[in-house]
């Protein structure tokens, strides 16, 4: 089992800025998909953002393209999600997800089903 810890979320204003981190508890595999969703009240689950840690290649959804970064740190078994320019429609739960010993692909990381480990999630809020 892996378990993945959400931290860093928190009420800004909008144009703001917010580091989210996901601690695992430790990698089945030296390299996986790591990716970040979220999930605002009455709409559905969403993927943000991912990155292979194999090659450092990302994805990132149109929505946060640009304002988002995802990062990761193999040593500190963590991954990162910088969020700038934060927006009214930002505010959602954000998770952490991995896809154990697999490459994100050009369509994987879109496919929630293909996500074995989840974070309990982390709120972000942003105000206007």
């Known amino acids: 089992q892996v378990q993945l810890v959400e931290s860093g979320g928190g009420s800004v204003q909008a144009g703001g800025s917010l580091r989210l981190s996901c601690a695992a508890s430790r990698y089945i595999y030296s390299y996986n998909c790591m990716a970040w969703f979220r999930q605002a009240p009455g709409k559905e689950r969403e993927v943000v953002a991912a990155i292979y840690t194999g090659d450092d290649s990302t994805s990132y959804a149109d929505s946060v393209k640009g304002r988002f970064t995802i990062s990761h740190d193999n040593a500190e078994k963590k991954v990162y999600l910088q969020m700038n320019s934060l927006k009214p429609e930002d505010t959602a739960m954000y998770y952490c997800?991995?896809?154990?010993?697999?490459?994100?692909?050009?369509?994987?990381?879109?496919?929630?089903?293909?996500?074995?480990?989840w974070g309990q999630g982390t709120q972000v809020t942003v105000s206007s």
């Open positions: 997800a991995t896809i154990p010993g697999r490459a994100c692909g050009a369509s994987r990381w879109t496919r929630e089903y293909d996500y074995a480990y």
